[in-house]
């Protein structure tokens, strides 16, 4: 009998699992192979990070023309690309560039020189503080060395024996100080410690400034009887050595570049972490997916040598090498290879006797046309001018400067564009979408990833209950929970809520902030990246946020596209009516809600709780909570832009909204789609329809 029984047992069980299989089947089809996920599932994002930081660097120059005509043809476009990436695109369009109103306050004469101390306004009350080494006994113009300093405290102070040195040698040599460090104190260290993300979102970068500064003293240079305008040369040390690539890559008219310990890989800056040490204005705006390899090919085939040494705690030796390897073989292709050096040095990040008297050797050949052995050449000697002697403004800076602020009016900032019916709102939104694509949202996947599998839970209520797994991107695989109440079940297919959990969330919170929709609407309550299954501490944030940027997304842009993915997701469901599908979330996951609503395009409503007035906000000092910054956004459309694109979809605010948000508002009125927008207390008092 007990033999029977047991038989009986296992058949049971047998077939339970046979139409278990059969049934998750039918709900988790096998996945294809076009376009299946290979490798890790739930990666770190440091990890995923590394990888495309990696897929950067190996990608650099890859797609360059073989010959230096097609480069010449090709260089334009990515120059231009360039610029904005630096923020100076508006800059470098201006018909006619402000007045430097150069200012001499002093000058110093020297057995073999004279130093003119100088101030000039690169944009009007933007002022640059520099000195002026003139060689004695030139016969005629001379070649120029515009100097960049690094990040040394007094700037032209401590690095001038190598402008002395330059000047002993015969060139004219223009010292600047950069806006951090320099006689009026700015601000380089935004992101890095002001915990100013929202110059990512302004696409400013005080590369951008220092760069502009650099081609408004390449002007002063030219203009001055002393030098010969077409022999002008760059070089500087760590931070001027960053300044050294970005002003030999923006003006043609630098003829010879030399950085100095300045050199990398974005690979290096995310897996080594050297990203970590290093000041904002060492980086550009990433919206295009550049490596510094792509910088300097803007040089290419100007006379490039890169100095750096070996045991430098903020760039690699090999990432070093491996960024030279591949421009050298960028000057090889268009027949340029002796234009080309690398110069490696023993010891930490400064110069070495080597590449001081290899680059005095460089500058002599190429803007001299002498060739000398660079060991023939005197290095720099330690006699220092003092402080107060080479300072230009001593105690009395000008009053009605600008420097410090800088940051805040550098980069014009989009206006909300003119809407006055749905033909100019349909032509608005289109250019913006398209520029959003183009920059902010550049990196997404252009190859989708198999998305979803799905495992069905019932409760006693009637309701549906299903834990749903997609993979948005390569190394991700995501949580969405589908409810499913009696009421929507009783449709044929049901409107959906597509809500993104917000990170750092108590258990049941989203639940209960959707928990009184009305009970005829499905909801899909989505984990993006970072949030519970795939979340990181917070000691991370700060981390991830400036890596994410340099290679050109953020963490909300990342979470943008995992939201995208989730509406795909659940317009497949067999419950959800798929033109009927909103999405909605809290705080930054508002953001994220308005942009991918905005880029979809076809949502029937829009949520927003809690909404930031503006991307323009600055962010806890150690980076860590709401991360809502995306790269140069504030340029092409601000959330509420964003927000009042998404019309004639359903606007719907949960608590008032700021004040920024009257324009959405408006607009909505302007059209004559004033119901459409609900301002509630929950979302059980919006009528949703």
Known sequence: MMKSQRRRRHMLCSAAVIALGMFLFTICPPRPAQGAVSGETNVTLRTYLCREATKITNGAVHDFPQTADIWAGKRPKRLQQYYEMMGIDHLMAMPQRPPLNVKITGTLDREKYRIEKLYYESLPQLYVTANLYIPKGLSGPAPAVLYVCGHSPGQKVPYQPHARR???????????????????RGFHHGCYREGWFNWYSRGYTPAGVELWNGIRGIDLLQARPEVDPQRIGVTGISGGG?????????????KVVA???????????????????HCDCMFFINYYGWDLADVGALIAPRPLLVASANRDGLYSIESIRECCGCIEQLYKRIGASDKFKFVETPGPHSYHPKSRTEIFAWFIKHLMDRDVRPETIADVDTRNEAEKDLLVYGDNPPADQRVTTVQDWFIPLAEPPAVTDMTSLDVARKRIVEALKQKTFHHFPTRPTYLRERVMMRDDQGSSNSRILFNPDEGFELVANLRVPRAARELRRAPCLVWLRSPRSARGEAESAVGRLDPKWARLIVNTRGVWETSWGEDQQWHLRRASAIIGRTIASMRVYDALRALELARGLPEVDP?????GGDGEMAVVAAYAALLDGKVSALVLSNPPASLDLPSAKDGTGPATELLGALRIADIPVAAGLVCPANLVFVGQPPDSYNWAIETY??????SKVAIVPNLGAWKAD
């Not at 960053?242 to 630098?254: F, I, K, N, P």
């Not at 950085?259 to 690979?267: A, I, L």
């Not at 009125?669 to 004033?674: E, G, H, I």
């Open 669 to 674: 009125k302007k059209l004559n789609l004033a």
């Open 242 to 254: 960053a300044m050294s690539w970005w002003l030999g890559a923006a003006d043609e008219r630098v």
């Open 166 to 184: 330059w000047a002993e040698l015969g060139f004219v040599t223009l010292i600047v100080d950069s806006i951090q460090l320099g006689e009026i």
């Open 259 to 277: 950085p100095v310990c300045g050199t990398g890989t974005m690979k290096s800056h995310v897996v080594d972490r050297t990203v970590d040490g």
């Open 579 to 583: 033109k009927r599908v909103g999405i």
